[in-house]
């Protein structure tokens, strides 16, 4: 069984700070975007109709959450899980952005939460593409 190796305190210094503090950021307002969206979803008079869309939107909150506290840590993670991590959460990202995406010339909410997920995707994706062999 291979050994997984450990993003150390020498590869996690490869990534510059700047970058890596203002992705956490676009993650963080990815994850405010998509829960407000489904906050406002609920609070539609037609919320029973838009069930799937609210768990769509909460589980990619749930998922950005955990890809910032996996680059918040930085040295110690596991960087087969890392990159794992880093393409589920774009993965959500574009479903996210897909679906809102849909509704955003209706719905400011729609809107945002469709223009956030899709900067989380692409910063996810660069993020794995830096990530050390």
């Known amino acids: 069984m291979q050994e997984a190796k450990l993003l150390s305190e020498t590869d996690a210094g490869a990534w510059d700070h700047d970058m890596l ?4 950021d676009v993650l963080r307002d990815g994850e ?10 609920l609070a539609d008079p037609h919320a029973g109709q838009l069930a799937g ?18 680059l918040i840590r930085r040295a110690g993670v596991d960087t087969a899980l890392l990159r794992v991590q880093l393409e589920a959460c774009a993965i ?19 809107r945002k939460c469709s223009e ?7 910063v996810t994706r660069e993020l794995r593409q830096a990530l050390p062999a």
């Open 21 to 24: 503090a203002s992705a956490i």
């Open 32 to 41: 405010n975007a998509v829960t407000s969206c489904s906050a406002a979803m």
């Open 53 to 70: 869309a609210v768990a769509r939107d909460l589980d990619t909150a749930d998922v950005l959450a955990v890809t910032a506290r996996l």
């Open 92 to 110: 959500a990202c574009e479903r996210s952005a897909e679906l809102c995406g849909r509704h955003a010339h209706h719905h400011e909410h729609c």
């Open 116 to 122: 956030a997920t899709r900067r989380c995707a692409e």
